[in-house]
């Protein structure tokens, strides 16, 4: 793990920064040690947003950078970030010469993919209300490190409703 851990570098973007846009290959994973970053799609010019990533986790995009493929949405920074941050071939190469690297990453995946059906769910079943306490319940902390707009976006409702939602449901 330490030699696993020596390849990575110091990365810092500032806020506002598009770090991976729609069409571009992901050629880095970062493991996230200062700020906010989003992935979103674009819609007729509107952001919907699918993630957030924060300290301490892990940022990008991942199924453009374990497949090389080009990314269908963008990533960006919310605020100045500071990452750590490891290039896709170093990465291959440490999971080949190392079979406890390839375990820990085959774990994450697992555990990012039942993430992210869980949030399918979410957002498939349950009504506005049910997501907002479901996301408060499970992240709060994130009602001061993001805008009501993009937190509304993330949720897939209006932000009006959400402000209504926020103002009404004891937090």
Not at 45 to 68: N, R
């Amino acid at each position: 793990m330490d030699e696993y851990i020596s390849h990575w570098s110091e990365y810092a973007v500032p806020k506002k920064s598009i770090m991976t846009a729609e069409g571009e290959t992901e050629r880095f994973i970062y493991y996230v040690l200062k700020g906010i970053q989003k992935s979103y799609y674009l819609n007729e010019g509107k952001q919907h947003i699918i993630a957030f990533a924060y300290p301490p986790s892990f940022s990008g995009v991942p199924e453009s950078f374990f497949t090389q493929t080009p990314s269908k949405y963008f990533l960006e920074t919310i605020t100045d970030s500071k990452f750590l941050r490891l290039s896709f071939e170093k990465h291959q190469q440490l999971m080949q010469e190392h079979r406890e690297i390839e375990t820990l990453f085959r774990k994450t995946t697992e555990l990012f993919l039942m993430g992210v059906i869980q949030r399918q769910h979410e957002l498939m079943a349950f009504d506005i209300e049910t997501r907002f306490k479901t996301f408060v319940k499970r992240s709060p902390h994130l009602l001061n490190m993001v805008s009501q707009k993009d937190l509304a976006s993330y949720l897939r409702m209006d932000s009006t409703n959400f402000s209504k939602l926020i103002n009404k449901i004891p937090i």
